[in-house]
């Protein structure tokens, strides 16, 4: 049997926060009130049970006849086997109401990282985001399995037993519903510090995954450096925070649930001393006394099977905050261009293009004006930070320019569908992923139903047919977990291959910063000659030798461009070229390296 209705909400809640818990259900509302009518009837039952097992020993001890006290007994039975039965299902349809909720939370957060990537995943800290997906998702179980269902039946429930002893008599409801009043008051006046620890405690697990995901991703270096006490003394700093917030928000739990027994003992005891008093002035029969003090428990049960769920509440809406405001993030480059040009993606033009990262931040790209003609290879160099990676991230759209306008083949790229941008332009990044499967997998990830042929003569125009080669397995040779088998040169090849497969008019490729050794160089630099047949290639290049072969170089410095031309004439023209190429000159040849020109 199927509990749930097929997803209605592709990609979660458009706004984020608190609310969203909420508005998440509106998709599930049939198995929701299912879980609230199993958990009315399993705590109902309960109240039920307990009352009528008082009304038994009252009319045992008042001597009713045996007939009737064994007619009461199996009537107790039967509810209590029916509390049972309650329990059990509703235990069943509330987790599986929590647990298809959250696999359908984890299906949008991972929409939102396909959304939110690169340009803002980028700037996020990868154990952040895992701990989103996984952790403070299944801090949300207790809100879909426990809070609301419990919150349902306090609300239909806890009025009941006080009108029941209402009716018995008008005191002995408002003996109950003073202390009661206060139970109920104890966890708002503590919210606030609830939301505050729940919040120290998520954002201490966060900050846990960082630290503990830069170990495992840093660990070579760390060995290698010497710096295992260092970052042990961090992990430890970060556990150690992690269990004081934790201790913190226990103490508060604990006292919740101190003054929730408190008060509970308070209801009971007010109401039985009404009904002794009520009974001496007889103003009650003495049989409802075990009966009063049943129905003021009956009063408490619900209220307090809904704070011990409450008790973490802080943590469930900081969980909530983390993840539907991931869910509910815009995209960096929202994906509402319309066009899919069939022709050749043509050049790109840049017309007084300006980009920050941040709202208020430094300018990392000014006043860029710039043509990218088709079929040209074009070397962007520049100082380190002088805005060669943020330019090609431009072309790649994971950001859009924060003034200006960029376009390829004529069309703003915000008016191209993503699918289309990237069927034109593929990228080599400097720092190429491989995923833990085999070469022809990691080759072919961009055109899975690539012909093999084609394969091949990627590989071989990427330089790559000899690694594959020698490799034990060939192209089924697994290349272990971020290409580890591989050399860096070799995996920057693969990832050539991979790109060149696509059969992208445009490519983009960020040169690794990285000494490769002679001949892994010469091997990419073969490659690149390859790629740039009959495509537009955009190099970041750092090293002399590509952009020797470039026809036309880009001199980036502090975000402007301040050279565009070939390498004699920049050589001659322009200064800050010549102190670049002198600099590279000198770590590349060890030979007297060309003296800048002064411009006229
Ligand atoms: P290059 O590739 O030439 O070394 P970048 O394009 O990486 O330079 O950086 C240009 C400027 O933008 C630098 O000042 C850098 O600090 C800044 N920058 C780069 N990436 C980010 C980012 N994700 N967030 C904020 N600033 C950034």
Same mark, same amino acid.
């Given at each position: ?16 926060g ?14 929701f ?6 958990g009315?009837?399993n ?6 049970? =307990? ?10 001890? =008042?001597?009713? $006849?045996?007939?009737?006290l ?7 039975l039967g509810?209590v ?23 359908q ?5 991972y929409r ?6 690169p340009? &803002? ?6 154990? $952040?985001? *895992?701990?989103r ?30 009108v029941?002893?209402?009716?018995l ?6 003996a ?13 006046? %503590? ?7 729940g919040?120290?405690?998520r ?18 270096e760390?060995?290698v ?17 992690l269990?004081?917030?934790h201790?913190?928000q226990g ?14 003992a308070a ?20 049989? !409802?006394?075990?009966?009063a003090?049943?129905l003021?428990?009956?009063?408490t ?9 409450? &008790?973490? !509440? ?10 539907f405001?991931? *869910?509910?993030?815009?995209?960096? =480059? ?22 920050r ?20 290879l074009?070397a ?7 805005? &060669? ?25 915000r008016?191209?569908?993503?699918? @289309? ?18 070469? !022809? ?5 961009? @055109? ?10 990627? %590989? ?17 040779t ?12 070799e ?15 445009v ?5 690794? *910063?990285?000494?490769?050794d ?5 091997r ?5 000659d ?6 537009t ?12 072969r ?6 980036? $410095? ?10 004699p004439?920049l ?13 590279? !000159? ?15």
């Amino acid at each position: 049997m199927s509990l749930h209705r097929s997803e209605v909400m592709p990609d979660g809640p458009a706004a984020g926060g608190v609310r969203a818990l909420a508005v998440v259900l509106r998709t599930q509302l049939r198995p929701f009130l299912l879980s609230c009518a199993c958990g009315l009837a399993n705590q109902g039952l309960q109240i039920a049970a =307990t009352v009528l097992g008082a009304y038994l020993v009252a009319a045992a001890v =008042t001597g009713a $006849d045996p007939a009737q006290l064994w007619l009461l007994g199996g009537l107790v039975l039967g509810l209590v086997a029916l509390r049972g039965l309650a329990s059990w299902w509703e235990a069943y349809v509330s987790h599986a109401l929590a647990f298809f909720v959250l696999a359908q939370v984890r299906g949008w957060l991972y929409r939102a990282f396909v959304r939110l990537a690169p340009g &803002k995943l980028l700037r996020r800290r990868s154990g $952040d985001l *895992v701990t989103r997906a996984m952790a403070d998702s299944e801090g949300l179980e207790m809100f879909y399995a426990h809070t609301l269902i419990y919150l349902v039946v306090a609300v239909v429930l806890t009025p009941l037993p006080l009108v029941a002893l209402a009716v018995l008599h008008p005191a002995l409801a408002v003996a109950a519903a003073v202390p009661l009043a206060l139970l109920c008051s104890a966890p708002f006046a %503590l919210r606030r510090v609830n939301f505050r620890h729940g919040a120290a405690v998520r954002a201490q697990v966060a900050e846990v995954g960082n630290q503990v995901s830069d170990v495992v991703g840093g660990l070579r270096e760390i060995v290698v450096l010497d710096r295992e006490g260092r970052h042990r003394e961090r992990v430890r700093a970060a556990t150690s925070q992690l269990a004081a917030a934790h201790l913190r928000q226990g103490v508060r739990a604990g006292l919740e649930s101190a003054s929730n027994q408190v008060l509970v003992a308070a209801t009971l005891l007010a109401t039985l001393i009404t009904a002794a008093f009520l009974v001496s002035g007889g103003q009650l029969e003495a049989r !409802w006394l075990p009966v009063a003090a049943m129905l003021a428990a009956g009063a408490t049960a619900p209220v307090v099977t809904l704070f011990e769920a409450t &008790k973490v !509440w802080g943590i469930t809406t900081a969980s909530a905050e983390r993840v539907f405001s991931l *869910v509910a993030e815009p995209a960096a =480059t929202p994906d509402t261009g319309t066009l899919s040009p069939t022709r050749a993606a043509g050049g790109y033009e840049l017309h007084d293009v300006w980009f920050r990262y941040d709202e208020d931040g430094p300018w990392a790209l000014r006043e860029v004006d710039l043509s990218l003609r088709p079929g040209e290879l074009v070397a962007l160099v520049g100082h380190s930070g002088a805005g &060669k990676s943020t330019l090609a991230h431009l072309l790649l759209r994971f950001f859009d320019p924060t003034r200006g306008q960029l376009t390829l083949g004529g069309h703003d790229l915000r008016e191209l569908t993503q699918q @289309r941008l990237h069927e034109l332009v593929a990228f080599v990044p400097q720092d190429v992923f491989l995923f833990q499967e085999s070469v !022809w997998w990691n080759v072919t990830l961009g @055109r899975p139903d690539a012909d093999p042929a084609a394969v091949h003569a990627a %590989l071989a125009a990427a330089q790559a047919a000899e690694v594959v080669a020698e490799l034990p397995d060939g192209t089924d040779t697994l290349v272990g977990e971020r290409g580890a088998r591989l050399s860096g040169g070799e995996r920057q090849r693969l990832a050539v291959a991979r790109a060149l497969l696509r059969e992208t008019p445009v490519l983009v490729l960020d040169e690794p *910063v990285s000494q490769l050794d002679t001949i892994s160089e010469r091997r990419l630099r073969d490659a690149l000659d390859a790629a740039r047949s009959d495509r537009t290639v955009v190099v970041v290049a750092h090293r002399l030798s590509t952009i020797l072969r470039a026809d036309r170089v880009v001199v980036l $410095d502090r975000g402007r461009v301040v050279g565009d031309g070939t390498h004699p004439d920049l050589l001659r023209d322009c200064p800050e070229y010549a102190r670049l190429v002198a600099a590279q !000159w000198s770590l590349e040849l060890p030979v007297t390296p060309p003296q800048p020109c002064q411009r006229e």
